[in-house]
């Protein structure tokens, strides 16, 4: 009998010690799995997920307005994004639609205005609008301004350019203002991109919806360019077969902080927001 109730409690010690020992180890194991993620994915950060502000700072001032590419410059976005279209008289000029009608005071088409007219427009819709007043439609020149002042890259989209002249004026610009070899300029439309590297060597992006590895494949055709890819159609596959073709990627438009991890941890280049925040002021 003594020595039973010598050996019962010894037992019931190494079985509790030992449910102690898994739990913690589990817990441990817990802990250094979640660590190693949280470790890739800085590391993977580091080499990926560079921040481009969609239209500029656009949840705080105006669309493609200065105050929104101040506000991206200030809060250390590594690019900017921008849309630019032509005037009547040939001017380069940031605006999303074919049309005035949706952002500012006036309407009609883009190109139906001089630059003086359009410059007479008000802008009076968009975030915080009530805080700036008297805001002009701006050229593109003053936004590459702001860029060289903060140190961002100038994402130019491609919107309406209807001459070769106007590809021209935008290479001029480009290099008055030293920015060829600093400026990504981008666009849906492969035949602008194809025009714009006659002329110029400057970095390039060919955006697309529905991307495959035909469109991988395309991008291929045209040096120093680029795939910018809706986020929502991004498959693991497609990030794999542009990796090993040399093909950055841009992701967008990425207002999800898990979706920017995720997209980060594939290695996608660039990603383009309307919300994110970069996690610094310093500039990637």
């Not at 037992?11 to 993620?37: A, C, E, N």
């Not at 205005?113 to 802008?123: M, P």
């Not at 030293?178 to 110029?200: P, T, W």
């Not at 980060?264 to 280049?269: A, D, E, K, N």
Request: aromatic residues 10%.
């Amino acid at each position: 009998m003594k020595k039973r109730k010598f050996w019962m409690p010894a037992v019931l010690l190494v079985f509790v010690l030992f449910l102690v020992g898994l739990v913690w180890h589990q817990d441990l194991t817990k802990i250094f799995v979640s660590y190693r993620v949280e470790a890739n994915r800085e590391e993977a950060a580091e080499n990926a997920g560079l921040l481009i502000s969609h239209r500029g700072a656009c949840t705080l001032a105006p669309e493609n307005s200065l105050p929104a590419f101040r506000l991206a410059g200030e809060l250390g976005y590594w690019g900017a994004e921008c849309d630019v279209s032509v005037t009547k008289d040939g001017f380069l000029v940031l605006m999303h639609d074919s049309t005035v009608n949706r952002t500012t005071n006036g309407r009609g088409l883009v190109n139906s205005f001089t630059l003086e007219e359009i410059r007479k427009l008000k802008i009076d819709v968009g975030a915080n609008v009530r805080y700036y007043t008297d805001l002009q439609v701006p050229t593109l020149e003053e936004f590459l301004q702001i860029c060289k002042e903060y140190g961002m890259t100038p994402v130019i989209e491609l919107k309406i350019l209807l001459e070769d002249a106007n590809y021209d004026t935008l290479i001029s610009l480009l290099r008055q203002t030293g920015m060829e070899d600093e400026a990504l300029v981008i666009s849906f439309d492969y035949v602008k991109l194809q025009k714009l590297r006659e002329k110029s060597p400057v970095h390039t992006m060919l955006l697309s919806q529905n991307s495959s590895k035909d469109t991988v494949d395309l991008v291929l055709t045209l040096e120093n360019c680029d795939l910018g890819i809706d986020y929502r159609y991004c498959s693991r596959s497609l990030v794999r077969y542009a990796q090993e073709k040399g093909v950055l990627l841009n992701a967008y438009t990425v207002d999800d902080e898990m979706i920017f991890r995720d997209m980060t941890w594939w290695g996608i280049h660039f990603i383009t927001t309307d919300l994110l925040k970069p996690a610094s002021n310093e500039k990637s």
